[in-house]
């Protein structure tokens, strides 16, 4: 029985069809935006790079009696390889004719590492988390369809990803490159800059690097992130309903709705 007649659910890819789907949607966002620099052109329509395999690849999923279907996605990528890794294999084994990049240099667990030239400023960070045998995460690739980036889903997606990083997966410090007009939005979340956007090159392009602690989430927006990370504890999964946006676990009253 579906839930409603049109919900939203942000949540792990769960087969290699969907994570197909991702991986389509995220290469066309990036193509057709001022980013299509960061991803490799080719005809197959779809991209792996050597951060996938560290990666949660999580959709924005609206679903209904029609199916789900994939209108969001980003990733959460780790140090280490994570517990998707090997849907990652079996869907780049579809795909021969495109290249499989090497794993991350050990020097550059995270994205951000690689195609930033200007950190080696946050060395210092990153000896004080390595000490506290912290784990790291960086938020990436944030994509949407183009009929619904206008519609609103994209703060959902944000905050989900959010709730998802520090109480699904417990990791102890998040990390965001953005373009630097975009990180006053991250600020409002409790996210700090630590390397200036305006002075960092990010493979040709500026971005900001940004840093949030778990537990340090700004305290107008903690309760909304907490009640979305108790659903994403309890089902993995975060809903978003036309009708109730404060409510992101499915209900026995949603249900019969």
Not at 6 to 31: C, D, M, P, S
Not at 35 to 53: K, R, T
Not at 128 to 152: C, H, N, Q, W, Y
Not at 192 to 213: C, I, Q, T
Request: with cysteine.
């Amino acid at each position: 029985m579906s839930i409603q007649a049109t919900h939203f659910v942000f949540r792990e890819a769960k087969n290699i069809r969907e994570l197909e789907a991702l991986f389509r949607l995220r290469y066309q966002g990036y193509i057709n935006s001022g980013c299509a620099s960061l991803v490799h052109q080719n005809g197959q329509g779809l991209e792996f790079d050597a951060y996938d395999w560290n990666s949660f690849h999580l959709g924005l999923f609206q679903q209904g009696n029609f199916g789900s279907h994939p209108i969001g996605y980003a990733r959460l990528v780790q140090t280490t390889p994570s517990a998707m890794a090997g849907m990652v294999s079996q869907l780049a084994t579809r795909f021969k004719d495109l290249e499989i990049p090497a794993p991350p240099s050990p020097d550059a667990p995270l994205p951000f590492m690689a195609n930033c030239p200007n950190v080696g400023g946050i060395n210092g960070l990153f000896e004080t988390l390595k000490r506290k045998d912290a784990r790291l995460v960086e938020g990436s690739r944030f994509v949407f369809s183009p009929d619904i980036r206008s519609a609103g889903y994209a703060r959902f997606a944000f905050e989900a990803a959010t709730a998802k990083a520090f109480f699904r997966y417990d990791f102890d410090f998040a990390f965001l490159a953005v373009h630097p007009r975009h990180a006053p939005f991250y600020g409002q979340y409790g996210f700090k800059e630590v390397v200036n956007g305006e002075e960092n090159d990010y493979l040709g392009l500026k971005a900001s690097v940004l840093a949030l602690e778990n537990g340090k989430i700004d305290a107008r927006r903690a309760a909304r992130i907490e009640s979305m990370g108790k659903a994403a504890s309890q089902s993995g999964a975060i809903y978003l309903f036309p009708d109730n946006k404060q409510v992101f676990s499915p209900t026995l009253a949603a249900m019969a709705a």
